[in-house]
């Protein structure tokens, strides 16, 4: 698929339904949660056949629609005493208001109130697991991001355990759904945050920086504080701008024992300003898609001055203080990417793996051929799953 309209970055060669590769790309991951009960294939194509290839009204309107009658069927579920139905109707109810989300400016009316519902749900689902998954806020700059954790048992047993840092369009929702009851299976406790800049962040004056091994220090601090984390186990993994995150925060943080990147991205300017030639500035969704990125980033795209000295000193901030160095890196390390997305981005995970020092370090390029291609895996998250977990297990030694 070309991949001219994008608004960031080349993210899967391999058309789903939608010619917009980005609209595309957005339907696959919302199908791709139904091995965590969080889509319906059937529910979804019948979304996107009432869509319009590139209009955002009818994808808003589209997954809307499909999301209150999910909704309603939760809460009659749930009336009946059938929690489990609930409960997956819910997951799939916010996997559905979430996909308006990603087509949609963050200054609209129906933002907030679209990722209120979305995040309800969510938590409504939460609640009926067992054991419930756990809401969390973590103290940051006087602040609070908010996120959750959920683990294997009741118990306060000490386990080994996942941070799961999301990326530059994340919510903390969507980190559940890409490692879902994967780790708790697997006898994992799993914790995720929306840092500066994701989730709804931004509305709180919180946004991306070149220095987000802060906030992630933050929550390190605040889960060493669980019984149910073991500090000698304690992995972090980012996946799309969370690899690069992940990459800053395990180059400064020794309390970090493995870390994965899915991909891996050292240096953010030059994964993503080597894509941007030929893009397409002005098709509407790929112009949606940036709008939000501007906002997560604190910046306003106009020419008063203001605005311009805060894009200049946010440039000069990545250019000074946002690459890390992968011979800094101590820990071990699993680098990831899908064969599909952009050569830099393949380029530099291999360049990356080669500069890594410690002796258990692996790189996965999945492939067409596995249903790994696309950017994250997020058509397939068992895949990316299966490997991540396999290979935790191998660094940490359980059994």
């Known amino acids: 698929m070309e991949t001219h309209q994008t608004a960031l970055a080349q993210r899967s060669r391999e058309k789903l339904h939608f010619d917009h590769p980005d609209m595309d790309y957005y339907l696959s991951w919302i199908l791709g949660r139904a091995i965590y009960e969080g889509s319906d294939a059937d529910e979804c194509m019948a979304a996107a056949r009432q869509i319009a290839n590139g209009d955002a009204q009818s994808w808003q309107q589209a997954w809307r629609q499909l999301a209150e009658r999910v909704e309603a069927q939760a ?56 054991p419930p998954i756990e809401r969390i806020e973590v103290p940051f700059q006087g602040q609070l991001l908010s996120g959750y954790l959920w683990k294997a048992d009741r118990s306060e047993r000490p386990r080994p355990t996942l941070l799961v840092c999301g990326g530059i369009e994340t919510f903390a929702e969507d980190c559940y759904f890409m490692v879902g009851p994967a780790g708790p299976q697997r006898g994992y406790t799993v914790l995720t945050v929306d840092l500066p800049g994701q989730g709804m962040a931004p509305a709180s004056g919180l946004f991306f920086g070149a220095r987000m091994e802060r906030p992630v220090a933050a929550v390190i601090d605040y889960a060493l504080g669980r019984p149910e984390v073991d500090a000698a186990r304690l992995a972090l993994f980012g996946f799309s701008w969370g690899g690069h995150i992940a990459f800053k925060a395990g180059q400064h943080d020794q309390r970090i024992k493995a870390m994965i990147a899915n991909p891996a991205m050292p240096n953010v300017f030059r994964a993503v300003l080597a894509q941007q030639k030929g893009h397409n500035r002005t098709d509407p969704i790929a112009r949606v898609v940036f709008d939000q990125i501007v906002w997560r980033m604190g910046l306003r795209i106009s020419l008063n001055p203001r605005d311009i000295a805060r894009r200049v000193a946010k440039a000069y901030d990545y250019l000074v203080y946002g690459t890390s160095d992968p011979r800094q890196i101590s820990c071990p390390t699993l680098c990831l990417a899908g064969e599909g997305e952009a050569p830099i981005t393949l380029q530099i995970a291999r360049e990356c793996f080669a500069q890594l020092p410690h002796p258990l370090k692996k790189l996965v390029i999945f492939t067409r051929e596995e249903g790994g291609e696309a950017h994250c895996q997020v058509n397939n998250l068992a895949l990316p799953n299966g490997v991540m977990f396999d290979w935790l297990d191998t660094v940490f030694g359980n059994p």
Request: proline share 5%; with cysteine; aromatic share 14%.
């Open 75 to 130: 809460q009659e579920a749930l009336r009946s005493g059938d929690t489990a139905a609930a409960r997956r109707a819910y997951l799939r109810a916010c996997s559905y208001y979430r996909a308006p989300l990603f087509l949609m400016r963050p200054h609209a009316p129906a933002f907030h109130e679209t990722w209120q519902k979305m995040q309800a749900c969510f938590q409504q689902a939460a609640a009926l697991f067992d």
